[in-house]
């Protein structure tokens, strides 16, 4: 005759298996979130290979930031993102032939990151367009706006290696040659960091600017910010050269790969100074 578990043996075993999940589901937590980190940190990547291909195509000039016209819908803009799709044909959407918005999300491929919730939300012109302002793309990535400003010295808004905007439409043009020739370091200058906007270019000071005011981000939540942590005050960020690395978010700012603060006119442009930006971030739990 079989001898049975006795009660007590029962709930013993219980007990252990009960230590083991408490012990182990964070384990599997930290795992899966590490995971999405380096996922992430690969589609930075590959954003980044795609932008080096077309400037290898284009005489060493990166894509315009954005082109269009300001009459145009925003939806209508050709952003960075466009230009470097036929390279990377893993998620988002060309334009539409008849040029209307795209009214729900679509496939975000590398251009969407997998620990980022808020991706395909609604841009804050329309609740009915997803995504980022074209409704193409979902938002996850944006371009270092403030690449080349050290490069201009004082009284100068910089060299930079961003072609001009709004070609289309002559007196709003602002950039520069489109070369990344004119960076003193391509591999100590950000090109793409993770942002929470619709909008495709990205600034330093977003480090510390929140999103439970007017900013654009997907979410009101007043403990994080413009710039997207992805986890472990970290940022995934590609550079000019074409690598890619996670970098702390607070030693982006200390080792300037941002481009702008040796530039002796940053700290009297109207944009709070380094060390501002860090006493500002402390106080938000995306990167205590």
């Known amino acids: 005759m079989k001898k049975a578990f006795t009660l007590i043996e029962l709930l013993v075993v219980i007990a252990i298996i009960a230590i083991l999940a408490a012990i182990l589901f964070p384990v599997f937590a930290q795992a899966k979130a590490a995971a999405k980190r380096t996922a992430d940190l690969s589609n930075v990547k590959n954003l980044t290979l795609g932008m080096t291909l ?43 032939a008849d040029n209307s918005a795209y009214t729900a999300a679509g496939e975000g491929g590398i251009f969407q990151s997998p620990g980022y919730a ?21 938002r996850s990535y944006s371009v270092n706006m403030y690449a080349g400003y050290n490069e201009g010295g004082k009284g100068t808004s910089g060299m930079w290696p961003w072609a001009a905007w709004w070609p289309w439409e002559t007196p709003h043009n602002v950039g520069g040659s489109g070369s990344m020739t004119t960076l003193d370091s391509p591999a100590g200058t950000m090109m793409i960091g993770p942002t929470r906007d619709p909008y495709p270019n990205l600034y330093a000071h977003q480090l ?13 939540d007043p403990g994080v910010t413009v710039v997207r942590s992805v986890g472990n005050k970290l940022l995934n960020v590609g550079f000019f050269d074409g690598h890619a ?17 040796k530039n002796p006119d940053y700290d009297v442009s109207g944009w709070p100074g380094k060390e501002q930006i860090k006493a500002y971030m402390r106080g938000y739990k995306e990167w205590q």
């Open 54 to 96: 077309y400037a290898g195509d284009s005489d060493d000039c990166v894509a315009p930031i954005m082109q269009g016209d300001w009459t145009w819908p925003r939806h209508q803009y050709i952003l960075w993102k466009d230009a470097v799709l036929p390279y990377i044909k893993n998620g988002g959407r060309a334009v539409k």
């Open 118 to 138: 808020g991706a395909w939300a609604s841009i804050p012109e329309d609740p009915n367009l997803h995504g980022d302002t074209t409704t193409r793309f979902p």
């Open 208 to 220: 510390c600017y929140g999103c439970g005011g007017g900013n654009d981000c997907d979410t009101r």
């Open 245 to 261: 690395k996670a970098i702390n978010a607070y030693k982006s700012l200390d080792d300037d790969v941002w481009d702008v603060f």
